[in-house]
């Protein structure tokens, strides 16, 4: 039952990638944000309320490359990266698959996901331009604790409003943000006139990652020294995201790994797009036939059973519309879902390369999902992330495809992160108390 | 703000140790366990109802060094062996400090902690032996966790009795460890006879390390497949530890680092033998003049408050009676101690180390140890486990004397594992209700 010393494929921190991938220089016909008064192409002013000019230039760019800088390299040893590529041969001999497994392993970062890698790029350009505060929005929590923490290296305050469903089931996310100095609010809160209305309305709600981003938002456009981060979505944050996709084309290229799969969960699609846009590079120039897979929880379905239309990114409507497969803006997941993934839209840059057939989506129900997990726990060793779960599902599937036909594919997922903080969910599941969160039961 | 890219010293797969140190060679005058009943010192065969052989004949061993069996060193890549040794570059600029302060990163394991190096070679020798289920004790959750995934990766069931008090505060060590497939019962439990006396006669009690210990040795007795494991204490533990400190020795010549403390915490012994004990052969044989310093809790201080003699290793009194540093088999520690290193005793060969002037020790009140954890997140981003914080208190103290002097003296410590299960603590420090927890009080 021993596993190979080869099993984990490493970089040098010298490896770390030099600069991000940009996939907007590539989808030349991807559409505007709109201004939400107006209904015209959103101009950089339009975002100033809320975002410092950096961040402006680089959601509207269209250059392929857009270097690192080089104190943005630094921190990211301190999460650990480069992350391992690894080899998942226990899961392999476990499903009796002629299939070849291998994860991109996010969870090694202290935070527990791959959300510090943009965290640490928007409070690096937030500070440079002289920001003292960030608020953000959190579901799950992973996004919370990430800027939290990064916010912490660059001097820099921050407030985060996280999804009041999650605020309950997961009070220990709002500790570690306590430890890393954030103030945390459960949405919807009293600490802002959006909060105060969907509480008059609806005292009963649990929230929703549109509720929180709009308090979010009303805070940022309140004062000029905050600003807003955002841990998914928007193009800047894909772009940052793609230190994972570089490192992992490197990882591939010196293991002589040619995937005939790459998979990973898309709630806004971060850690996808960052996965997967330096591969979806290299299809675009006819240079790789590799299927990319987007996975997404029934609950929150966006790419396969939303609209591709333009929409508001949170629920007050304060934000630009922007051009994404969409179950609306009003859309709040059923409370019984355990599994992060929770937005009710999906990244722009991801949603024009679904629309262009740069990837393939699959759904999934939350019990299936948190079965994959116990799977990869047993076999690998290694505790998922509700959302990785997704991934290790689809991953599994695959496998046992290539089991039944006997082809010797390359499967290669993202983990996105570990699920330490999420044993509420795995708790239901083992204990059979788990219910399916598809939005159509 | 940025930390330089050398700040983690790294190793390949290739360089995991090939064999375990075994300080019990260089420490000639150490006293045999004796038989509980005759008080005869032990033969092998007192060990045979509870042990398979190759570990009664590692725990008795008096050779320098032990191959490590490949298919062990194998399986410590999926515990992601080899783990970094890291500068806090950050910290000690908190502190401002000319001391460099380096952290041996036991909390990379997926398992969270140092506990799966023994837990594997424990397995792996008793698959080898046919036994086909191991029993076990744990208090904070962290062993039970290592004992209960490594079991899995060789087909073999595990029980294990967990401390009621850390059962009832720590829930998802409970899931993770059903996760892994393991049965776990609140200790003191009905399940054993042992057990049944104590709930009786103490219908209240958190329960304690020394009664778990009964439990799982009873069931070991009962059945002849069925063996126990410990997680620390024990020679053979200590043994398998060492992968630690050959992994730092080999990651200080490298990076030209002359520590002149090592520091660890300790509950039974057994990160603190694994990361110094090599350092402490050196000392032995003249070679080193680094302070190894060992921290212990004041709720449960054996070195500082103990007496050395003879002591059982549990609370029912039937394991052998152990040359110890100990506070009496019938300690039980504050229910208010939230962190950890809870056992009444020390391990006997760092008992006898310590009798031999080869380390000093310090206790330090709970209460300052979560403080120096909260500052090592806030700095360092990683969230330490309520042991470890023992250990960064320690270090944090000695760079501080450094600041006072102008001294820049080189500390190396163990992180021993993450907090992520351990938040219970660190919310109640965050919130101001934590209260002491030193036996004096």
Known sequence: MAIPRDARITLDPEEIPKRWYNLAADLPEIKPPLNPVTKEPAKPQDFE?????????????????????????????????????????????????????????????????HKGNTALAQAYYNAESGIHTLTTETGAGQWGTA????????????????????????????????????????????????GKKILKEHPDTTGSLGIAISEACELAMKDEGTCYALGSVLNHVMLHQTVIGEEAM???????????????????????????????????????????????????????EGEFRYDYGDTAGVTPLLMMYTLGSEFIPKSIHAGGLRYHGM???????????????????????????????????????????????????????????????????????????????????????????????
């Open 49 to 113: 309320a809320i975002f410092c000019k950096p961040i402006i230039q680089q959601e509207a760019s269209t250059e392929r490359y857009i270097d690192i800088p080089e104190e943005v390299r630094d921190n990211l040893v301190a999460l650990n990266r480069p992350s391992p590529l690894q080899r998942a041969y226990r899961l392999e001999r476990y499903l009796k698959t002629p299939a070849k497994i291998y994860f991109k392993r996010e969870d090694t970062s202290p935070l527990g996901s």
């Open 147 to 194: 800027l939290a923490m990064v916010s912490n290296l660059f001097d820099i305050d921050t407030t985060v409003f996280m999804v009041k469903g999650s605020y309950n089931q997961k009070p220990f996310r709002k500790t570690l943000m306590h430890m890393y100095g954030a103030e945390v609010y459960a949405s919807p809160s009293e600490y802002t006139e959006f």
């Open 250 to 304: 490197l990882q591939m290229q010196k293991a002589e790994i040619t995937p005939d799969y790459m998979i990973a969960c898309v709630g806004g699609g971060s850690n996808f797009a960052g996965f997967t846009f330096p591969m979806m590079h290299e299809k675009i120039k006819g240079r790789s036939e590799t299927e990319i897979i987007a996975v997404e929880p029934k609950a929150a379905p966006s790419l396969t």
């Open 347 to 441: 990244s722009p840059l991801v949603s024009a390369a679904y629309d262009q057939n740069l990837l393939t989506a699959v759904a999934y129900d939350q019990t299936e999902t948190f079965e994959a997990g116990v799977t990869f726990a047993k076999t690998e060793g290694i505790v998922a992330a509700p959302e990785s779960c997704h991934a290790i599902k689809a991953a599994i599937d695959k496998a046992l495809e290539c089991k039944a036909t006997g082809e010797e594919k390359t499967i290669v997922f993202c983990l996105s992160g570990h699920g330490f903080l999420d044993l509420y969910g795995y708790d239901q599941y083992l204990e059979g108390t788990m219910q399916s969160s598809s939005i159509d039961n």
